[in-house]
């Protein structure tokens, strides 16, 4: 069987095989434009379809011309409708809008103290205010008929008892520091015999406090204060264990004789409360029981700083406007509705707790601000209760009682108290008056300047006289203690003096830049 071979290119056979070859290649090569080609082909009659390409028109007669102009006029007018229909549904949802409540403005008046304590005279009238004698309850027996009793420190007051207070007379009431049996546990508020034998030294006392670490230790301001005041003042800080253990891990704990600065510390034990605001208000209120032989007393809450003779303080708030309790108002509320709608809405307390407070207050008298139409009693229901100056005569004594049991009874929340304590004490002391100094708050905002003054770099503008340049910048910031801080740079002539936010005038507020303004840190709060 013969052989099968395969046939054996040649480079004879080559020749005619690579020429179809090359056919092939340029066929691929023409293939790719023409493919590219009628891509954009397409891509251009796609766009050319369009009415409004500019160039559509070159590519049609004057028939389609008209054709793509009334298009054209067609949307605009449909686009004129929409905008039309959108502004008039805005016009018409605008009254349903909630409209933002516009700031308050307030014209400063300042603080004209003397110039020192050299020629202070108690004035006389100060033995002439209501007299009686008020005593307290120290100790309640067990009462309960099941055997259950809980010692609280302010104790278990009835509502009889509670409306019997409020008579101005010879009488014996709650006022804290309660305790139980001798085999029931103490009620708290503990202080160190030392520093009671202290405390009962003092005749003018300087007080506050600071439970739970809550803010950092403010000291006076030494430079501020005479001789007269450093020898006779008594300035105590009330401090807690955990607030006097990071007061020292941070080294600025009390030195061997138990000071920080002008503060001497009095560390308390086991607070009466575990809510700290509420404990906060027992040095506030019965500075008559802890400072048991003093005559007169100034409260400052923990934000504030002390820049000013305690003495001064005293003469102008009380001994000039002849009064025996001394307190701000408010600077932006007036009645105690809008006080509790406030305190729901920031959520400072169970809403539940401050309408029963509320609602018990307005079925015993308490009525809006003002609503009668006559010249109201006071010019705020609402105090701004930070900075208190108190005589510690029986009628401001008796109030003090009354308003803390309030606080010990509803809320922590002396504000909503304040009005309904000092209305019913009025009512029904009639010519028994109770001389309260409820000043306006302008004049609160001049002895922010005293008592924050020393806080930061603080020179501060007053009045646009004094304003040279114009403002070159705003900055904004955010802190715990104030919910916010507005800081400007101006220049001034030198004489500087706080204002806070709703008390600038619009001018003020405008950011500008001056090439030659002098770089001066403004504070205030907002």
């Given amino acids: 069987m013969p052989e099968r071979r395969l046939?054996?290119?040649?480079?004879?056979?080559?020749?005619?095989?690579?020429h179809p070859r090359r056919q092939r290649r340029h066929c691929r090569l023409l293939v790719l434009p023409a493919f590219a080609l009628a891509l954009v082909s397409l891509a251009y009659l796609s766009f050319s379809s369009h009415p409004n390409l500019p160039f559509h028109e070159k590519h049609h007669d004057?028939?389609?011309?008209?054709?793509?102009?009334?298009?054209?006029?067609?949307?605009?007018?449909?686009?004129?409708?929409?905008?039309?229909?959108?502004?008039?549904?805005?016009?018409?949802?605008?009254?349903?809008?909630?409209?933002?409540?516009s700031r308050k403005h307030y014209v400063p008046c300042q603080i004209e103290f003397l110039p020192s304590v050299d020629d202070l005279v108690e004035p006389g009238i100060y033995n002439n205010f209501t007299g009686f004698s008020l005593n307290y309850i120290s100790k309640e027996n067990v009462s309960s008929s099941n055997g259950i009793f809980e010692p609280l420190f302010g104790g278990h007051q009835s509502l009889q008892e509670r409306e019997e207070t409020y008579y101005a007379r010879n009488q014996t009431l709650h006022c804290g520091f309660v305790q139980g049996p001798e085999d029931y546990p103490n009620t708290g508020f503990d202080l160190d015999e030392n520093d009671k034998i202290y405390m009962a030294s003092c005749h003018v006392v300087v007080s506050s406090c600071i439970f739970g670490s809550s803010d950092y230790l403010r000291r006076?301001?030494?430079?501020?204060?005479?001789?007269?005041?450093k020898k006779n003042v008594c300035f105590v800080m009330f401090l807690d264990e955990l607030t006097l253990g990071t007061l020292s891990s941070e080294g600025t704990g009390p030195d061997e004789t138990g000071f920080i600065g002008l503060w001497r510390i009095v560390v308390v034990e086991k607070l009466p409360y575990k809510d700290m605001r509420r404990a906060g208000k027992v040095p506030k209120f019965l500075a008559h029981r802890l400072f048991p032989f003093a005559m007169y007393s100034i409260w400052l809450d923990s934000k504030l700083r002390l820049n000013a003779d305690p003495m001064l303080i005293v003469e102008y708030f009380l001994w000039r406007n002849k009064a025996e309790y001394a307190i701000s108002v408010h600077y932006d509320r007036t009645c105690v509705s809008e006080e509790v709608?406030?305190?729901?809405?920031?959520?400072?307390?169970?809403?539940?707790?401050?309408?029963?407070?509320?609602?018990?207050?307005?079925?015993?008298?308490?009525?809006?601000?003002?609503?009668?139409?006559?010249?109201?009693?006071?010019?705020?229901?609402?105090?701004?209760?930070?900075?208190i100056v108190r005589a510690h005569t029986p009628m401001s004594n008796l109030f003090s009682c009354l308003w803390f049991n309030e606080v010990n009874r509803f809320t922590s929340r002396d504000q909503l108290s304040f009005a309904y304590t000092y209305l019913k004490l009025r009512r029904m002391n009639t010519g028994k008056p109770f001389h309260l100094n409820m000043f306006k708050g302008n004049a609160f905002i001049w002895l922010l300047l005293l008592l924050l003054k020393p806080l930061l770099l603080l020179p501060l503008v007053v009045h646009r006289s004094l304003l040279v340049g114009h403002c070159s910048g705003v900055l904004h910031l955010f802190s715990m203690s104030y919910p916010k801080l507005l800081v400007l740079h101006c220049q001034v002539k030198g004489v500087f003096l706080i204002r806070v936010p709703y008390c600038w005038p619009d001018w003020f507020t405008q950011s500008t830049t001056s090439a030659h303004a002098e770089h001066v840190g403004f504070f205030f709060l907002v």
């Fill in 341 to 387: 709608l406030q305190n729901k809405r920031l959520n400072k307390y169970n809403h539940t707790a401050i309408d029963e407070q509320f609602y018990f207050y307005q079925s015993d008298g308490l009525v809006k601000f003002n609503e009668s139409g006559r010249e109201p009693v006071l010019p705020s229901y609402v105090p701004e209760g930070s900075f």
């Fill in 62 to 101: 004057m028939a389609s011309i008209k054709d793509v102009k009334e298009r054209m006029d067609q949307r605009q007018t449909l686009d004129a409708k929409v905008k039309a229909n959108l502004s008039m549904t805005k016009v018409e949802s605008e009254p349903f809008k909630r409209r933002k409540k």
């Fill in 220 to 229: 006076p301001t030494k430079s501020k204060i005479g001789p007269y005041s």
């Fill in 7 to 18: 046939p054996i290119s040649t480079p004879a056979a080559a020749g005619p095989r690579r």
